[in-house]
């Protein structure tokens, strides 16, 4: 069920809120988490009931696991601790690696051998580090004793199960044990519906909006200039859009239920540079990546060649991360290389032009990432370095003869838009509103009540448009990673 | 009651009001957005050159057929009307005036039914060679169509009288881009904009046809139209879809006000033919509802070559011969007032090869 369908906005939310205050005001916290975690179960089952066992399987091991781990390191047994903890990350690095990246390394090791074909269950990446954050935090003893109920709705808690954001327990568990967890509180159920309700415009009404911009773009061959730097523009705005539109969603419905789910984007494409980006792109991931990969490998504690090398090995394994292709591990790379730039760049620039440059960075490494393989995205890139050409619509170059210098004056672009004889203004249009938004505009959680009213008032009615007269419903890109 | 619970009392009051306050703000502000929404797609926003060329197409064509006494020949369609038939061509043959009545594939049956039946008299004849995406249609998708923000923007009365689907339909039928796009096109027909289209199309005569759609003209889509691979819809689509019953209802009107119904197959590559359960369907459309069908030998098919930018448009040398064709078919048909397929003839073999 995706959270910007009718059936989810229509009939599951209204029921799973309805349900859970009712029955956290006659029955008390634990029949509110309980009937929370029947629905997330229910949610999570809509696009294969088959695959619930393995959630559940998954959810109950690793409390097991966690609760073992937190016994032995509360009662100063660190080797055994370690050993569970060990063991608890590998099988669940094993199931994740099973699903996921099976193919990928059998291809590797044997690439005529025919593929396994193996169904990757939703979600799997998420829930699988939610739980290793489970089981190190035990661990490390940074969180609280909880029961099964509890941690079951965390794992589970349907507003962050399919794509985050990943949250850690100890944020998370506490508010969950709250005994007022399930009273009704005005305030908050409002504050969460607006914030959905802005989620969703920004999914439905701009990241589709772009995405069907981008899709055309990279359906091409051999994009010409325009065509391949429109493309990945687009596609620039549709992944930030769809992805910070499910994260406002997702926190916006935690709200909802008195659940505080952290930052997951903080205007990313106004970063000054690539370090900063990641502090505010996917920021919960970021998180997660620093402080159980980066740090443990030794960050930037052993010289500056040993940070190189666990800035590379962090990135490569977040490019993997996304997906079980060498075009997330390519992605990955470069911006691992980018942080190393960075981390060694003594140079101060001034801020629109460091701006500027990361942004061209970022926006490079998204060829790769939504390229269909390595010859597309060379493709791509081959165009956005004007080596396939540089074509204009012919009422352009009539309207503005100085660009008939450099650019070959065509009827229409094939791969611009809906390839018609106004799509070259009506991308443009679309591409400076969209970076507008993203590289003047606060982000919905900086701006004001008075101000998310008017984003409201101007979005509303496109999502309603969107939602139930569109033709089609566009997945979140986040759901395949 | 002490001062403690009191101040208890009075915050709880006012925390009480501000939430009000704020779920008001969000429902005002949901509100706001609908009726804005609803007023600048209603009475402001306008898309002149896209929306403008189809309605003036349609407006051009119904005037003609309001204009024209007699018994007439009328043509719906999508644009295969009048890019791949020339009523110039046809009427003469006939004997009788003809109105080619296509204008777009994405243009709702409803409305362009609606909008012909109080021209459509006794004794004329109706002739249908609808594209095939035009039977399967949705009704959500027939709902969105151009027609729907053209109903809204300048043809209320017709929009009423559809049914309300089709006013929801208008009303939301503006998504980002067609905002965008609307805007676009209003801001170039006030700064004089010339369009384009005329000068790489072509253009359209009194009768409704497509001319100067020529083979020089279609160079820059040679390539397109190579490697164009067309859909054809199932047997099953076909007989299930919106579209069909909307045609069904249409011969129902038609059989009860005296006009003649008599349907047609789409032009198409010869070398990627609708399979023959789907032409069957098509066939059966009209057949089994009282109409005639026109069924060419050659189904309509003709190569890559003979056709200007898609599957549906024929260029202008093509479109005559497609014309002798179906003129002469048609004649089989309305002078001895029995469906015959089959009849018609053929292009020759050096036409079509």
Same mark, same amino acid.
């Given at each position: 069920?995706?959270?910007?369908?009718?059936?989810?906005?229509?009939?599951?939310?209204?029921?799973?809120?309805?349900?859970?205050?009712?029955?956290?005001?006659?029955?008390?916290?634990?029949?509110?988490?309980?009937?929370?975690?029947?629905?997330?179960?229910?949610?999570?089952?809509?696009?294969?009931?088959?695959?619930?066992?393995?959630?559940?399987?998954?959810?109950?091991?690793?409390?097991?696991?966690?609760?073992?781990?937190?016994?032995?390191?509360?009662?100063?047994?660190?080797?055994?601790?370690?050993?569970?903890?060990?063991?608890?990350?590998?099988?669940?690095?094993?199931?994740?690696?099973?699903?996921?990246?099976?193919?990928?390394?059998?291809?590797?090791?044997?690439?005529?051998?025919?593929?396994?074909?193996?169904?990757?269950?939703?979600?799997?990446?998420?829930?699988?580090?939610?739980?290793?954050?489970?089981?190190?935090?035990?661990?490390?003893?940074?969180?609280?004793?909880?029961?099964?109920?509890?941690?079951?709705?965390?794992?589970?808690?349907?507003?962050?199960?399919?794509?985050?954001?990943?949250? @850690?327990?100890?944020?998370?568990?506490?508010?969950?044990?709250?005994?007022?967890?399930?009273?009704?509180?005005?305030?908050?159920?409002?504050?969460?519906?607006?914030?959905?309700?802005?989620?969703?415009?920004?999914?439905?009404?701009?990241?589709?909006?772009?995405?069907?911009?981008?899709?055309?773009?990279?359906?091409?061959?051999?994009?010409?200039?325009?065509?391949?730097?429109?493309?990945?523009?687009?596609?620039?705005?549709?992944?930030?859009?769809?992805?910070?539109?499910?994260?406002?969603?997702?926190?916006?419905?935690?709200?909802?239920?008195?659940?505080?789910?952290?930052?997951?984007?903080?205007?990313?494409?106004?970063?000054?540079?690539?370090?900063?980006?990641?502090?505010?792109?996917?920021? /919960?991931?970021?998180?997660?990546?620093?402080?159980?990969?980066?740090?443990?490998?030794?960050?930037?504690?052993?010289?500056?060649?040993?940070?190189?090398?666990?800035?590379?090995?962090?990135?490569?394994?977040?490019?993997?991360?996304?997906?079980?292709?060498?075009?997330?591990?390519?992605?990955?790379?470069?911006?691992?290389?980018?942080?190393?730039?960075?981390?060694?760049?003594?140079?101060?620039?001034? *801020?629109?032009?460091?701006?500027?440059?990361?942004?061209?960075?970022?926006?490079?490494?998204?060829?790769?990432?939504?390229?269909?393989?390595?010859?597309?995205?060379?493709?791509?890139?081959?165009?956005?370095?004007?080596?396939?050409?540089?074509?204009?619509?012919?009422?352009?170059?009539?309207?503005?003869?100085?660009?008939?210098?450099?650019?070959?004056?065509?009827?229409?672009?094939?791969?611009?838009?809906?390839?018609?004889?106004?799509?070259?203004?009506?991308?443009?249009?679309?591409?400076?509103?969209?970076?507008?938004?993203?590289?003047?505009?606060?982000?919905?959680?900086?701006?004001?009540?008075?101000?998310?009213?008017?984003?409201?008032?101007?979005?509303?009615?496109?999502?309603?448009?969107?939602?139930?007269?569109?033709?089609?419903?566009?997945?979140?890109?986040?759901?395949?990673? | 009651?002490?001062?403690?619970?009191?101040?208890?009392?009075?915050?709880?009051?006012? /925390?009480?009001?501000?939430?009000?306050?704020?779920?008001? @703000?969000?429902?005002?502000?949901?509100?706001?957005?609908?009726?804005?929404?609803?007023?600048?797609?209603?009475?402001?926003?306008?898309?002149?050159?896209?929306?403008?060329?189809?309605?003036?197409?349609?407006?051009?064509?119904?005037?003609?057929?309001?204009?024209?006494?007699?018994?007439?020949?009328?043509?719906?369609?999508?644009?295969?009307?009048?890019?791949?038939?020339?009523?110039?061509?046809?009427?003469?043959?006939?004997?009788?005036?003809?109105?080619?009545?296509?204008?777009?594939?994405?243009?709702?049956?409803?409305?362009?039914?609606?909008?012909?039946?109080?021209?459509?008299?006794?004794?004329?004849?109706?002739?249908?060679?609808?594209?095939?995406?035009?039977?399967?249609?949705?009704?959500?998708?027939?709902?969105?169509?151009?027609?729907?923000?053209?109903?809204?923007?300048?043809?209320?009365?017709?929009?009423?009288?559809?049914?309300?689907?089709?006013?929801?339909?208008?009303?939301?039928?503006?998504?980002?881009?067609?905002?965008?796009?609307?805007?676009?096109?209003?801001?170039?027909?006030?700064?004089?904009?010339?369009?384009? *289209?005329?000068?790489?199309?072509?253009?359209?005569?009194?009768?409704?046809?497509?001319?100067?759609?020529?083979?020089?003209?279609?160079?820059?889509?040679?390539?397109?139209?190579?490697?164009?691979?067309?859909?054809?819809?199932?047997?099953?689509?076909?007989?299930?879809?919106?579209?069909?019953?909307?045609?069904?209802?249409?011969?129902?009107?038609?059989?009860?006000?005296?006009?003649?119904?008599?349907?047609?197959?789409?032009?198409?590559?010869?070398?990627?033919?609708?399979?023959?359960?789907?032409?069957?369907?098509?066939?059966?459309?009209?057949?089994?509802?009282?109409?005639?069908?026109?069924?060419?030998?050659?189904?309509?098919?003709?190569?890559?070559?003979?056709?200007?930018?898609?599957?549906?448009?024929?260029?202008?040398?093509?479109?005559?011969?497609?014309?002798?064709?179906?003129?002469?078919?048609?004649?089989?048909?309305?002078?001895?007032?029995?469906?015959?397929?089959?009849?018609?003839?053929?292009?020759?073999?050096?036409?079509?090869?």
């Amino acid at each position: 069920m995706l959270f910007h369908s009718q059936a989810f906005i229509l009939g599951f939310l209204p029921l799973a809120l309805a349900g859970f205050f009712l029955l956290g005001r006659l029955g008390g916290r634990a029949w509110a988490l309980a009937w929370l975690l029947a629905a997330s179960l229910f949610f999570y089952g809509w696009w294969n009931p088959r695959l619930v066992p393995l959630l559940a399987g998954s959810i109950a091991a690793n409390y097991w696991l966690g609760q073992r781990i937190l016994r032995h390191a509360q009662s100063g047994h660190a080797t055994p601790a370690r050993r569970w903890l060990i063991a608890g990350i590998t099988c669940n690095l094993a199931l994740l690696g099973w699903f996921k990246y099976a193919d990928f390394l059998l291809h590797i090791a044997a690439p005529n051998a025919p593929l396994l074909s193996i169904f990757l269950p939703l979600a799997i990446s998420f829930f699988t580090f939610q739980q290793i954050m489970f089981l190190v935090d035990s661990a490390r003893q940074q969180r609280a004793d909880t029961d099964v109920l509890t941690y079951a709705t965390f794992v589970a808690f349907f507003p962050h199960l399919i794509a985050g954001p990943i949250v @850690r327990p100890r944020y998370i568990i506490p508010q969950l044990l709250a005994p007022d967890i399930a009273v009704l509180r005005a305030a908050t159920l409002t504050d969460g519906l607006l914030i959905f309700l802005l989620g969703l415009a920004k999914k439905l009404v701009l990241a589709d909006t772009f995405g069907g911009f981008s899709d055309t773009g990279f359906a091409a061959p051999a994009p010409t200039f325009v065509e391949a730097w429109y493309a990945v523009l687009a596609y620039s705005l549709q992944i930030y859009f769809d992805f910070s539109g499910y994260s406002d969603m997702a926190i916006g419905l935690a709200r909802m239920m008195n659940v505080r789910f952290p930052l997951n984007f903080a205007s990313p494409y106004q970063a000054r540079n690539i370090a900063e980006f990641w502090r505010r792109w996917h920021i /919960t991931l970021g998180v997660f990546l620093r402080d159980y990969v980066y740090i443990p490998l030794g960050g930037s504690r052993s010289g500056e060649t040993r940070r190189a090398v666990n800035l590379l090995a962090t990135m490569l394994l977040c490019g993997l991360w996304h997906g079980a292709a060498w075009r997330f591990v390519l992605w990955g790379g470069l911006h691992g290389t980018f942080l190393v730039l960075h981390t060694r760049s003594r140079v101060a620039l001034p *801020r629109p032009i460091a701006q500027a440059l990361t942004l061209i960075a970022v926006v490079v490494a998204w060829v790769p990432f939504r390229a269909d393989g390595l010859d597309a995205a060379l493709a791509m890139l081959r165009g956005m370095a004007g080596l396939s050409g540089i074509a204009l619509p012919k009422m352009i170059v009539q309207a503005l003869p100085l660009l008939g210098e450099f650019a070959t004056p065509v009827p229409l672009l094939p791969y611009l838009g809906d390839a018609r004889t106004l799509s070259f203004p009506e991308v443009s249009a679309c591409l400076v509103l969209g970076w507008f938004i993203v590289l003047a505009l606060p982000h919905v959680h900086e701006l004001s009540e008075r101000t998310r009213g008017w984003a409201l008032t101007a979005g509303f009615a496109f999502s309603v448009q969107a939602l139930f007269f569109a033709p089609h419903v566009a997945p979140f890109l986040y759901f395949r990673f | 009651m002490d001062d403690t619970s009191q101040g208890s009392v009075q915050r709880r009051k006012v /925390t009480e009001v501000a939430c009000v306050t704020s779920l008001r @703000r969000v429902v005002i502000a949901c509100a706001a957005s609908l009726l804005l929404y609803a007023a600048v797609t209603a009475l402001v926003l306008d898309h002149p050159l896209s929306n403008g060329f189809l309605r003036n197409q349609l407006d051009a064509r119904l005037d003609r057929g309001a204009a024209t006494a007699g018994p007439k020949l009328v043509i719906l369609a999508g644009s295969n009307g009048p890019y791949s038939h020339r009523c110039a061509t046809i009427a003469p043959t006939l004997g009788r005036p003809c109105i080619n009545a296509g204008v777009a594939v994405g243009i709702g049956l409803d409305y362009l039914f609606m909008r012909w039946k109080p021209l459509l008299h006794p004794g004329d004849t109706v002739y249908l060679p609808m594209e095939e995406a035009q039977y399967p249609r949705a009704r959500a998708e027939t709902a969105l169509g151009p027609d729907a923000s053209i109903m809204l923007r300048h043809d209320r009365i017709t929009l009423a009288a559809l049914p309300p689907d089709r006013w929801a339909g208008a009303v939301f039928s503006t998504d980002l881009r067609g905002a965008m796009l609307g805007a676009i096109e209003m801001a170039l027909v006030a700064g004089a904009f010339h369009d384009p *289209r005329a000068a790489a199309t072509g253009e359209t005569n009194a009768w409704g046809d497509h001319i100067g759609h020529t083979p020089g003209l279609s160079e820059s889509s040679v390539a397109v139209l190579a490697a164009t691979r067309p859909h054809h819809p199932t047997a099953a689509q076909i007989r299930d879809g919106y579209g069909t019953t909307l045609i069904i209802g249409f011969i129902g009107w038609a059989r009860g006000h005296g006009v003649r119904v008599v349907g047609g197959l789409p032009t198409g590559f010869i070398d990627s033919p609708a399979p023959d359960d789907a032409i069957a369907a098509i066939r059966a459309v009209y057949v089994a509802h009282g109409a005639d069908f026109l069924e060419l030998p050659n189904r309509s098919r003709y190569p890559r070559l003979a056709f200007f930018d898609t599957p549906e448009h024929l260029n202008e040398a093509w479109q005559i011969i497609h014309s002798v064709a179906v003129a002469d078919g048609l004649v089989e048909i309305l002078r001895d007032g029995v469906p015959r397929r089959g009849l018609a003839m053929a292009p020759t073999p050096a036409a079509t090869r």
